[in-house]
């Protein structure tokens, strides 16, 4: 059985598990650690941005939401474990963020990868998102992506 429920900091090690996992197949094409593995899940969680996705009570996925104003929600990582990637479990979260967006007011999601990630360059505009711009952040090259919902 699955489930997507907030998480709690008893769960960081877990996320920050899936994390290193979920971005370790890009480590060898990219001169730096992916940032969502260096990212800082104990804020995230303590702001109650994480959202785990658990299968028989074990977390297999998670994404972090973030609003960036009152109508924007930025959609900044999904992280899912490499043993589950391609089964749906991205899309699941995917469109979950789209869920919670719109029923809490938010009428655009912006979300970012870098272009290194060339899979995601395709996968989120099959998911309706469109590419807004590219930018050099933190030491990062991302590309934006938008959706309204």
Partial sequence: MQAIRLAVQENRAEVEAVAEDAYSLYLERMDKKPFPMLDDYEVHISGKHVH??????RIVAYVVLIP???KTLLLDNIGVRSCFQKKGYGKKLTL??????????Y?????????????NLAWYPALDYTQTHRVREKGYDRVYF???V
């Avoid at 979950?96 to 007011?105: P, S």
């Avoid at 009428?107 to 899979?119: P, S």
């Fill in 68 to 70: 960036e104003d009152d």
């Fill in 52 to 57: 785990v996705l658990e299968e028989q009570g």
């Fill in 107 to 119: 009428g655009r999601i912006i979300l970012y990868t870098d272009v290194i990630m060339h899979e």
């Fill in 96 to 105: 979950f963020a789209e869920r919670w967006a719109k029923e809490r007011g």
């Fill in 146 to 148: 938008e959706k309204n």
